[in-house]
């Protein structure tokens, strides 16, 4: 298990997912043994605002927010969203942006936060049972098939 805190940034506009997102992540660490802390920023999430949401996880987290320029992943769910909170990304951090997944190969495109987990997971210490898990748990099981399906696409996008 690593040892230092990871830090990762979730952000996007209110109805895409970006809590969910937090969640499964949050989740996933949780389930690998991680110490994890979450937190929000909702902003006119409910209006199509910005929304943020910072998860650290690793042996011993002491605070839920991420410090500005200390990402070290930032995925972000809109493309008007990327420049925005580029900031909070550090030197060498890295950037899962909107583009990498075309919305015409996911079988639901409103998965498109999932389909970024699954990127995420390539580069993350967490095992792809425990995400799978907190997938299934955090979701509907009428959303699961088409969901475990984005996540895939999300792994695949992404070069081992």
Sequence with gaps: MNTKTTNVVIAGLGGQGVLKA????????????????KSEIHGMSQRGGSV????????????????????????????????????????GGLLIAPDLIGENVLPNR???NVALLGALSRHLEIGESHWLDALRAHLPEKLHEANLAAFAIGRKAVKP
Excluded: T
């Design 110 to 112: 409103r998965s498109l």
């Design 22 to 37: 937090s969640d499964i992540l949050a989740d996933a660490a949780f389930r690998a043994g991680y110490d994890v802390k």
């Design 52 to 91: 943020s949401s910072d998860v650290r996880f690793g042996r011993e987290v002491f605070s839920p927010m991420v410090p500005p320029g200390e990402a070290d992943y930032l995925v972000v769910l809109a493309p008007d969203q990327v420049e925005v909170n580029r900031p909070v990304l550090r030197a």
